[in-house]
C-alpha cells in the first residue's frame, strides 16, 4: 500500500494545500554510496543506515500524492541530521527543503533528533507559507 503513516496538510490562504508525508521504517541498513564509477568514499564517511527500497518508495508518495511537497523516511538510525534530496533541475539536487524526498533518523528519548526534524518541519511550513507561489517543478517563487 503507499499510504504515509504521517500526513501533515499545510494550507496557504487563498492557495493550495501542501502535503508532507512521514513513513516509519523499523528496519536499518547500513551501506555506502559509491560514486558513477563505483568508487567508494573514504572509509571515515558517514554511511546512509535507511534502505534504498524505502526511499524509493518516497518517490512514489512523492510524485503520486496530489499536492505532495515532500515525502520522508523516520528510521531508527544513529545520525543527528536529515538526509534530504531537492527535486529540481540543477545541481547539487541536495538542500533543505521543499520539493523533495529524504530520510531522518529518530530514535525514541533522542531530543537532537527529534529537534532537528522539527527544525525542519518548521523551515517547510514558512517555505511554503511565504512563497509568492509554488509552480510544480521548479518549487517556491
Known sequence: DFDPDISIAIDVRGGATHWINFDAKYKLQRFMWSDAEGAVPAPNTPQKEYKQEDLNKMHCYRDAILGTRGSYILYPGSTDVGDVYLRRPEVPRKGNGVPGVGAFALRP?????????????????????????????????
Open 109 to 141: 528519548g533522542s531530543n537532537t533528533q527529534r529537534a532537528a526534524l522539527s527544525e525542519f518541519v518548521a523551515g517547510v511550513v514558512q517555505s511554503l507559507t511565504t512563497a509568492l507561489r509554488y509552480q510544480e517543478e521548479t518549487g517556491l517563487f
